[in-house]
């Protein structure tokens, strides 16, 4: 990813920053902090354009995580830390059948419009930039000790710069989310790209 990306992606969190917690003008513009501890499911899927064509792969994933939430007005920001995990079976006529597991954290910084709200349903869109690090590899083969590896052993990315798109709605003390995110360099090292593409349904708890 070029400086000017990263130098507008950064100027656009921290102005976001700055708005939400300057000074309120009135009682309405006050602004407020809420935790959100949240569990979810996902699907992951990796584009790989060969040659020959674009070759799918499509893997079932999970993901658990917390972070604060800070509204002002119509306008909030929020940054959720978490623990993914996205799984792979298969089998090969030399190691026979395996199941393959990547571990990975995110920390994405996002920042959107509340378009409706009361005190028990409140409405969000959202878009922004996610930080995905790739940490560990575990492949567990039949009759076998599970093999540790590094990203980089199996030419995966260590680091993915996401852009992520998404709704939620608060009801009560409970939040829905669901979003979409795409990666803007490859998922892999090798001399092909690897497109990244990634769908979350998120059940969280609002303190």
């Given at each position: ?27 309405a ?17 990796y ?5 020959s ?15 604060p ?7 909030f920001?929020?940054?959720?830390f ?16 395996f ?25 969000f ?5 996610v930080?995905?690090f ?10 076998e ?10 030419n ?20 829905l ?12 090292t ?15 708890y609002?303190?």
């Amino acid at each position: 990813m070029s400086m000017r990306k990263l130098f507008l992606i950064s100027l656009f969190t921290l102005a976001s920053l700055l708005y939400l917690a300057a000074p309120p003008t009135s009682a309405a513009q006050q602004s407020k902090l809420d935790i959100k501890v949240f569990l979810g499911v996902g699907g992951t899927t990796y584009v790989a354009m060969l040659e020959s064509g674009r070759e799918r792969d499509l893997f079932g994933s999970w993901q658990i995580g917390f972070g604060p939430r800070l509204r002002r007005g119509k306008a909030f920001f929020e940054a959720l830390f978490s623990f993914n995990r996205w799984y792979f079976e298969g089998a090969n006529p030399t190691f026979g059948g395996f199941k393959t597991q990547v571990n990975s954290f995110e920390l994405p910084f996002l920042g959107g419009y509340i378009p409706y709200k009361n005190p028990y349903f409140k409405w969000f869109l959202y878009a922004g930039y996610v930080n995905h690090f790739n940490s560990k590899i575990i492949v567990n083969r039949e009759g076998e000790s599970s093999l540790r590896l590094r990203p980089k052993d199996d030419n995966l990315a260590v680091y993915q710069a996401l852009a992520r798109f998404g709704t939620s709605v608060d009801l009560a003390m409970f939040n829905l989310d669901l979003n979409y995110s795409i990666s803007m360099n490859s998922a892999t090292t090798t001399s092909y790209r690897t497109g990244y593409h990634q769908v979350q349904f998120n059940l969280a708890y609002v303190f």
